[in-house]
Structure formats: C-alpha cells, structure tokens
C-alpha cells in the first residue's frame, strides 16, 4: 500500500514539474519613435479553406491542415494582411513565431468500458501515428506578391526532447528574425502566408492546436518616443498565477501614457471560462483586469485572433473561432496614468487560469517613454552612459569617451556635456531647471533643431576626465541616475 501511494505521489510530482516548459525570457528590447503591427493565423482547423465560426469543444472536433495557398508542394498555409496608416514602412524590427499542438502526425479517439463500480463510465483514449518530423523550425514565408522564401528557425521548446514534457499533446514554440527579409522586399503592406508549420491533424487529448504570428516595429518620426519590448518562452498557465516583470524603460514624464499589451497563445478554448490577464496597479497594489469588446474578463483567452476592440478579419481563412490559438494587441486602460504612472520604471502583468489551460509562447510590451530614455539607446556614437553597478575602469571610460563621434549643435561651445534631462516640452524643461537651482545646482539648457527637444546639463569642458569625475560624483543621487556625457561640436 505505501509503495502504490508513494508511486502515485512521485508520478504526481513529475507531472507538475513536466507542465512548467520553458519560463519567459527577454528576447528583444527596441527604443524609437515608432509603431507595431501584430498580424497572424491558425493553421489546423475543421476545414482547409473555409472558416470556423462554431463553439464547439476543441478536443471533440476532428481537425485538418488549413491549406489556402493552392499550392500543391505545400501541406499547409494561411494568411494574414499587414496594413498601417504609413504609405512605406522604415521596418526596425521583424519576429516570427509559430506554434502548434503535435503529439501525433494524425489522432484519433477510442472508448473503453470500466469495470467495477465504474462500469457505466467510458473512457476515450486517444492514440495515433508518432511524428514523422522533428524538423518543425523550418518553414515558407510569402511577402505581399513574391514567392516562397525558407525559413529556418530557432526552436525555442519543443516537448518532443522532453520525455516527460507535456505527454499529452507535445507543442514545441519556434522564432525566427525576418527584419531584412522585410526590409528587402519590394512591398511591406499586403498578405503574407506562411506554410508548413506542423501540428497534429484529427483529434488529440484537449485538442490539436497551431497558428503564426508576425511582430513588426516601424519607425514614424511623428510618432512619441517608445519602448517596445519581447518574451518567449513555452509557460503552462493553470491554477497557478504566471507574472512577467517589465522594466529597463522612464515612462514619459508628462501627460497620458499609451501602453499595449501582445500576446500568443495555445489552448485558449471558447466554451472554457475563468482565464484572466491582469495588470498590476502599483499604487492601489491590486490586479486590474483586462477585457473589452473580443476579450471578456472572465474568458480573456478565447480562441480568437483579435487587434483592440475587434477580430481581426484580414486574413484567409478568418475563423472567428481560431480553435486554440490565440492572438491579441489590446491597450492598457491607463485613466488617469493609474497602471503607468509619469516618469515609471517597470509594470507588471500576472495570468492565471481556474477552468482553462493554455499556453502562453509570446508576450510584447510597449509604452511611451521620457526621451530622456531615448536618446542614449539611440544615439550610442555621440554619447557615454556608465553603468553605476559596475566597478568602473577609469582608463578604459576615458578613452570611450575620447572616441565616441561629436554631434554637432549650432550656437553653443564645443565640449563635453554631462547633461541631466531631456524634455518634449518646453514647460517642463523650464520646471526641471527650477528644480535644480533650488536644490543648489548650477544648471544651463540648448535645444537640438533636430528634435527640437531641450537638454539641461549642469556642467561642460573639453578635458573628459573632469566631466567623467563629476558623473561619477552625482550618479548615484536619485535626481541624476540618468545622468549622461555628450561630446559636442569637435
């Protein structure tokens, strides 16, 4: 009897180690006047052309290839259109991700009679062909009127490796970065379809599931200063809370704050409720919940690929029911700058699920941000920020300050600038300035005609090493942890 409970109890233990997969990671961190666009598809559903607006359970649904691009080398493709209010697009950034349940190459169910007190009960096994594949990475992309182009990607998870991964259904996550594919081709705005992604045809337990999504950051110079940042990862979502910490940004120092989250997801089903996304409010210490009009509150993840308010329709076959997979950008409600609050350093969002399971593979956030954040990300040649939590080598600062490029601003003296803050905004350039002097620092301020944005330095000199000890000096002073060098007009 004890060794039985024992088995069982050890048996228990591997199973929830088992369900974990891989935990989020960093993957991508951007700084720009900029936008995104999330655009994507399933790629297994009840039909290979037509779409799926039912509600039926995903793992009582025989499923098949979604196959649209009448192209007989290919098993699989579905399609999605990229549209901005941009007439070109300058691409910063291009990630594609694809996912999918595969267990088997095809699945099917059988009943069995329990015997016993049970024996009214019938229990479905599900059985089927292994993989024939393990090469689930490589994969075709099509640019809006182009061809085929192989993909080869980075696998990120697949269970398949794992023995004791996820037995059941066995879903893997791949990423590839396809920034110059975009930047080459002759058209960004248009369909694009992607084939051979892999997954389990007919039915598998919880059901097969599988889709792609494109992540794509665009410059626009009228556009506010932003963040834009990803994780991958393969998180098992059930029962017990998941939270991503989000940080490394200086939300704006004035005004509302736009910030949106993008997701992707496996096993989301419609019928199953109690699946949240929350965002933490850090100065009430609560979870708020998010939703709108595609995304209910207590059924967040819902086997629907929806952009703000709505579905998202341009794409062939557009199922309303995307028979779990899901894809999402929604908005932050931010009334009042209550979740991301002037001049935040980090955010937190939680997911949870009661009733059902699902798979989180892909999460982005972006937030306006002060430009004083900005511009030492973008602009590396001409400026010197030191990391305070190093031990500083003061020869090998010096000389990188010495040799990073001089930009060049009209009207103000050649030299090195410890500058303290940039401002958008004139008002509160002239606020932080005040701010300064009344606490005893001598500060002084030039506008760049290229930005037209206002710097307050407090100190400048053509020997670097006394504005490299001053740095050092004031660095570690709450007003001035972003404090940089600037070389200017050599």
């Known amino acids: 009897m004890y060794r039985k409970a024992l088995l069982l109890s050890l048996i228990a233990v591997c199973h929830f180690h088992a369900q974990n997969g891989l935990p989020f990671s960093s993957n991508k961190k951007v700084y720009l006047k900029g936008h995104s666009v999330l655009i994507g598809n399933n790629i297994v559903s009840t039909h290979a052309t037509k779409p799926y607006d039912g509600k039926s359970f995903n793992d009582v649904l025989k499923l098949k290839y979604i196959d649209i691009d009448e192209d007989k080398s290919t098993f699989s493709s579905s399609e999605a259109t990229l549209k901005t209010n941009q007439k070109e697009l300058k691409i910063e950034?291009?990630?594609?991700?694809?996912?999918?349940?595969?267990?088997?190459?095809?699945?099917?169910?059988?009943?069995?009679q329990l015997k016993?007190?049970?024996?009214?009960?019938?229990?479905?096994?599900?059985?089927?062909?292994?993989?024939?594949?393990?090469?689930?990475?490589?994969?075709?992309?099509?640019?809006?009127?182009?061809?085929?182009?192989?993909?080869?990607?980075?696998?990120?998870?697949?269970?398949?490796?794992?023995?004791k991964s996820f037995p059941d259904i066995k879903p893997y996550v791949c990423y590839a970065d396809v920034t110059t594919i975009l930047?080459?081709?002759?058209q960004v705005h248009g369909n694009y379809t992607v084939a051979n992604i892999r997954a389990t045809q007919g039915q598998v337990s919880g059901g097969s599931a599988g889709g792609w999504l494109l992540y794509v950051?665009?410059?626009?110079?009228?556009?506010?200063?932003?963040?834009?940042?990803t994780y991958n990862g393969f998180v098992d979502v059930f029962k017990k809370?998941?939270?991503?910490?989000?940080?490394?940004?200086?939300?704006?120092?004035?005004g509302e704050i736009k910030t949106s989250l993008l997701l992707g997801a496996l096993e989301g089903d419609q019928k199953f409720k109690t699946d949240f996304c929350s965002f933490l409010d850090y100065k009430n210490e609560t979870y708020i919940p998010l939703f709108n009009k595609a995304r209910p509150k207590l059924n967040f993840f819902n086997s629907s690929i929806s952009m703000g308010e709505g579905v998202f329709t341009d794409r062939k076959p557009n199922s309303k029911n995307t028979l779990g997979f899901d894809l999402l950008k929604i908005q932050i409600p931010n009334t009042n700058n209550t979740i991301i609050s002037n001049n935040m350093r980090h955010a937190q969002v939680r997911f949870n699920s009661k009733a059902d399971r699902f798979y989180l593979f892909f999460v982005a956030f972006e937030t306006e941000i002060n430009p004083i954040f900005l511009e030492p990300k973008t602009n590396t040649e001409?400026?010197?920020?030191?990391?305070?939590?190093?031990?500083?080598?003061?020869?090998?600062?010096?000389q990188k300050i010495k040799n990073i490029k001089s930009a060049a601003i009209p009207s103000i003296?050649?030299?090195?600038?410890?500058?303290?803050?940039?401002?958008?905004?004139?008002?509160?350039?002239?606020?932080?300035?005040?701010?300064?002097?009344?606490?005893?620092?001598?500060?002084?301020?030039?506008?760049?005609?290229?930005?037209?944005?206002?710097?307050?330095?407090?100190?400048h000199d053509e020997d670097p090493s006394i504005i490299y000890e001053k740095q050092k000096e004031l660095s570690n002073l709450d007003d001035f942890e972003d404090i940089w060098i600037l070389k200017i007009n050599f």
């Open 93 to 112: 950034y291009a990630a594609l991700y694809w996912s999918a349940i595969y267990k088997y190459e095809k699945g099917r169910t059988s009943t069995k």
């Open 116 to 163: 016993g007190k049970n024996k009214h009960i019938k229990q479905t096994i599900y059985e089927g062909s292994e993989r024939q594949s393990t090469d689930v990475n490589t994969i075709l992309l099509k640019t809006p009127n182009s061809t085929y182009t192989p993909i080869n990607g980075t696998v990120i998870y697949d269970s398949y490796n794992h023995e």
């Open 183 to 186: 930047q080459n081709a002759e």
């Open 217 to 229: 950051i665009y410059e626009d110079e009228q556009s506010k200063p932003k963040y834009f940042t």
């Open 241 to 254: 809370p998941v939270e991503i910490t989000f940080e490394d940004f200086k939300a704006s120092e004035t």
């Open 382 to 398: 001409s400026i010197l920020v030191i990391d305070k939590n190093t031990k500083p080598d003061v020869d090998e600062n010096l």
């Open 413 to 459: 003296e050649k030299g090195y600038y410890l500058v303290t803050n940039v401002f958008s905004s004139k008002k509160n350039a002239s606020n932080w300035m005040s701010n300064l002097k009344e606490k005893g620092f001598d500060c002084n301020s030039y506008v760049n005609p290229k930005n037209d944005w206002t710097y307050i330095y407090l100190i």
